[in-house]
């Protein structure tokens, strides 16, 4: 395409053709009818490759609170724009590459070996990168984990996830919920010796952050079996924190909420545990195919998987999950301080010692003060607040690519708008 | 970041900073420092988000061959690319949305739609984005559409795709392979009478397009059963031409052939073959929970839909499915020719009548050449031409995103090489 029909500069933006320039822009006009000469140049141009209506990184990013999928490192998609078109040479998008191809399985493998790397995995671990969410693997799990429908495991069910795993685990097992935070609407984490575990038990299965209601568990209990497995979902705090992986069997995550985009499961699995699928297994909820097949028996996610590893990258370079961590619990305790020093304006309804560090939920005293609540905050470019359509009230996702200038900014907005309604 | 600091003009593409401009570059100089003026303005800049290294759209691209993932349109990458850092104007990448915000709801909507028209599939059929590839339809397709494990199922097999579902098959029904063309190394398509179906059959099933053989149906066998249904596997051929889908129970394709990145499978099924699961079914195999969720029972691979979305609309503005098919003939034919009229130098194994317009799998009379002729090809910047380990020899993939211009390039290759070893 000819760069001077379509191509012209607008204040300090670089501007795509078909976006409409403002008539009264200075620079605009400086530039075709630079009014400082008399001999008239050749027009200044640019060519952009893209022919489609946009401004890169012009328009203001808001303040994402979503639960997930969720806000991601700007750097990270910086980077991930950058590459899009072409990846580092390589003449083509990550999109558009073989998975078997040598780009892209470096790719996997820098994403394996930089989570190991995070989370310090045990070599006795595989890491898997799979697809269908933490759903898949409700039903992946008892049919791996136990020889038939009559085998035990047990849930500890803290919220509405934990829910979910045991109800699909019904089909393939023999579960039960061996403690429910449901009576006291999910607000609670048991104490370990407070419930009492099948010592024949395949597996304790946990969720170790209820991305709805926002109960983290702080410490993991031990299966009383001593050949059972602890299992962990994970999906709403994985990297958020260091985690001693050698305590688990199973250690999964969706990974559209700190890691990457929605469409990546990542399990990390103690390798013994492999390859004991009941033969009514689909092949692609069979740890052992995906295993001897380093995630690639079919094609994978792979735009997803090269995220994931962007973003693990990034993590590394901040310092690694203790400094992540640092950075969480400093975000978490500036809003649950803001609630609990409101005098009840604001309120959370989840036990001090279990609160999460990631899904911050909050109510109103005043109820009906809510909905302008959640309005006014998205005038200020802050959203997503609105509390799951199964609790009502605000919540607050504060992942790992959630700065510490959003978590203020909300912080600033809760006094401001508590004053005006005291 | 000071835009004056991070941004300058190169000849006439955006340059990113830390990307090293050409010391000579005329328009650079041009305007730093103004040969045409005594008043020196302020210096002209471009603020741009990325603080990467890369030059958007000005890498040479390759031509890329692969089976899938494979090529995207370039201006689908552009617009992606344009949009990845801040979708219009939301004020965050797709990959960043709630999968239940009005956002990302319009993005799955405009999809399904826009697929809608390209295959003018009926009301009466359901379109469901789900994960896990054409692999884990293997499974779901039993688990739902047969009652039992006795229930019987025909299936065709023309080549390695028909086989591993059938495979797959065996775990949850009485499948039974009606013609094989294995002991023709898959080179054919049976004649629709020329295999016994059982009457009582729930499905006939068939691989529409062999990705690896370059096996490909022309027209459609009808199930001997009247209460039964034809399903095809279309992974490779998705929306490469127009089909008539009425004549489908089920329709299921991975998009990252023809219609997108790996990560996102598209199911068509008519609605009354929905809500028959098994029990035992996983829930995220039961075709009935993704239908009355509109696919948004747990998080969809949100950002693999979106690119999909963008392909329809690329392949609508292009006039629709019979342009397509038109534009995908004309590619086969030059290379199809090429090979046909290389006296023997080339040579396609399969039957000319339904040779592939997706996957052309060629070997060379003296084998021994292969390497030179894929090494040869690589320096060309004509990549991923290897055919698939399992046959060996080369395969050009020619899917809807290969330019008319890559094949051309090809073929001229061929001549040339067969010039210099004749």
Not at 239 to 267: E, H, L, M, R, W
Not at 341 to 365: A, D, H, I, Q, Y
Request: charged letters at 20%; one cysteine or more.
């Amino acid at each position: 395409m000819a760069a001077s029909t379509n191509s012209f500069l607008v204040g300090n933006q670089t501007q795509i053709p078909s976006f409409k320039p403002k008539p009264t822009s200075q620079s605009f006009l400086h530039l075709t009818k630079p009014p400082f000469t008399s001999t008239r140049p050749k027009p200044v141009s640019i060519r952009c490759a893209s022919t489609t209506t946009t401004t890169i990184g012009s328009d203001p990013r808001v303040i994402n609170f979503a639960a997930g999928p969720a806000a991601l490192p700007e750097n990270v998609l910086l980077k991930a724009q950058s590459e899009l078109y072409n990846w580092r040479g390589s003449g083509m998008s990550v999109m558009e590459m073989s998975h078997r191809g040598k780009e892209f399985l470096s790719i996997i493998q820098k994403a394996e070996s930089d989570l190991r790397n995070l989370l310090a995995i045990p070599s006795d671990y595989s890491v898997l990168f799979l697809q269908g969410g933490a759903t898949t693997q409700f039903a992946s799990l008892p049919l791996n984990l136990c020889a038939s429908s009559s085998d035990p495991a047990d849930y500890v069910v803290t919220g509405s996830w934990g829910d979910k795993a045991f109800k699909e685990a019904q089909k393939y097992c023999n579960p039960s919920v061996v403690w429910s935070g449901k009576s006291e609407k999910y607000t609670k984490v048991p104490s370990f010796d407070g419930f009492e575990q099948n010592p024949h038990a395949k597996y304790l299965h946990i969720c170790a952050n209820e991305t709805i209601h926002g109960v983290e568990f702080k410490d993991y209990p031990v299966p009383k079996n001593p050949n059972g497995v602890l299992i962990a979902d994970m999906s709403s705090n994985f990297c958020s924190k260091p985690v001693d992986v050698s305590k688990f069997g199973v250690i999964y995550a969706g990974a559209q909420k700190n890691v990457g985009p929605s469409g990546v499961t990542i399990v990390i699995i103690r390798k013994d545990l492999i390859g004991k699928a009941r033969e009514v297994t689909p092949v692609m909820l069979d740890y052992k195919i995906h295993d001897e097949n380093s995630s690639l028996y079919n094609t994978p996610p792979c735009f997803g998987i090269y995220m994931c590893g962007l973003v693990f990258d990034d993590l590394l370079a901040q310092g690694g999950l203790e400094e992540v961590e640092r950075k969480n619990q400093r975000k978490a305790k500036i809003l649950y301080d803001a609630i609990d020093e409101s005098g009840g304006f604001f309120r959370c309804p989840v036990e001090k010692s279990v609160r999460s560090l990631m899904n911050v939920p909050f109510t109103l005293e005043r109820a009906e003060l809510e909905g302008e609540f959640i309005k006014e905050a998205a005038k200020e470019k802050m959203v997503q607040l609105k509390g799951h359509r199964s609790v009502g009230g605000m919540r607050a996702s504060i992942y790992n690519a959630m700065p510490l200038a959003g978590v203020e900014k909300l912080v600033a907005f809760m006094k401001e708008f508590q004053a005006r309604h005291a």
